[in-house]
């Protein structure tokens, strides 16, 4: 898209405000834990999740995984659907697809690129076409110094035909290789998500911004103009994540100051999506895979849920 276009878009949503004439809008973010196909992608590194890979990934189980999924995104939006949907750890298009096709009478489409991840671990947006308008998209690549990571998607969207709203969804670089020695790649993540802020906000000072996703960090106030909803545990809860028996909160919402004082969040934890644990006690996300053992749960985190009310 041509910078002109892009700076006619963001004008436009000045004139708009952002009322939310219709209803309070609701946004899902959540990591899915490995949405992979069971077909080879010759670009990707994704030989574990074949027939006869690692984890005996086949047919039967990826339907199951969609399945499974739906009935999350299903039963938090009840009757009324979530207009958008943050995903991390989806393998491509045909994945999403498959779960929109499953999703059909919400009407969902989605937006996606293909990241340089190696094993092709994308982010993803699902949006209800029917209350929302998208304007423009893009990934924003992330500089790792030859080290390939998946992008930050970024969305800005016509919500309701009345009001903008500008949404990023990000899987941040793993603490793989600890925590300590992986955090400037996650430094250098943010970074790119604080540029992106600050040009939309040089533009529109009262931009209505979404920062969603998997941060694969505790929850910090570390984006400027931002505030991060899941900083207070006695108001949101234990966790996301459960990893040797302590919780923590990876998958997390910024929203921006336009839309701090209207916006609620909560973590969606049913008991079908828990389990117990067994070796630390208390309960921990049931998951798809424990090691290369299929577990047939829904996913290791549990999935965010963010409300903006009317004004």
């Not at 009757?79 to 499953?102: K, Q």
């Not at 991840?117 to 029917?130: H, K």
Request: with cysteine.
């Amino acid at each position: 898209m041509k910078y002109s276009r892009l700076i006619w878009i963001i004008l436009f949503s000045i004139e708009c405000g952002f009322l939310f004439a219709q209803g309070p809008l609701t946004i899902i973010s959540y990591n899915v834990e490995n949405l992979f196909d069971y077909e080879h992608d010759t670009l990707k590194n994704d030989y574990s999740f074949l027939p006869d890979g690692d984890h005996h990934w086949t047919y039967r189980k990826y339907q199951t995984k969609l399945d499974q999924i739906a009935q999350v995104i299903v039963n938090i939006s009840e009757w009324e659907s979530a207009a958008l949907v943050g995903l991390c750890e989806v393998e491509n298009a045909r994945c999403l697809r498959d779960l929109c096709y499953r999703l059909k009478r919400f009407h969902y489409k989605y937006v996606h690129y293909e990241s340089r991840d190696e094993r092709g671990i994308d982010v993803a947006l699902l949006y209800d076409s029917t209350k929302v308008k998208v304007l423009n998209s893009n990934p924003l690549r992330i500089d790792l110094q030859g080290d390939d990571t998946r992008d930050i998607l970024y969305v800005s969207a016509l919500i309701h035909g009345q009001d903008t709203l500008h949404v990023m969804v990000c899987h941040l670089p793993s603490r793989l290789g600890g925590g300590g020695a992986t955090e400037w790649k996650r430094i250098a993540a943010k970074q790119v998500i604080q540029q992106q802020i600050d040009s939309i906000l040089r533009i529109q000072p009262k931009a209505n911004i979404v920062v969603m996703g998997d941060m694969n960090g505790e929850a910090k106030d570390d984006l400027q103009s931002m505030n991060n909803l899941m900083i207070d545990r006695e108001i949101v809860g234990r966790g996301t994540y459960k990893n040797q028996g302590t919780w923590s909160f990876l998958d997390q919402f910024y929203v921006s100051q336009s839309l701090k004082n209207n916006a609620q969040v909560m973590i969606f934890s049913p008991e079908w999506l828990l389990e117990e644990d067994s070796k630390y006690l208390d309960y921990k996300p049931k998951r798809t895979y424990t090691g290369y053992r299929y577990h047939a749960g829904y996913s290791d985190h549990l999935p965010i849920v963010l409300t903006i009310q009317c004004k």
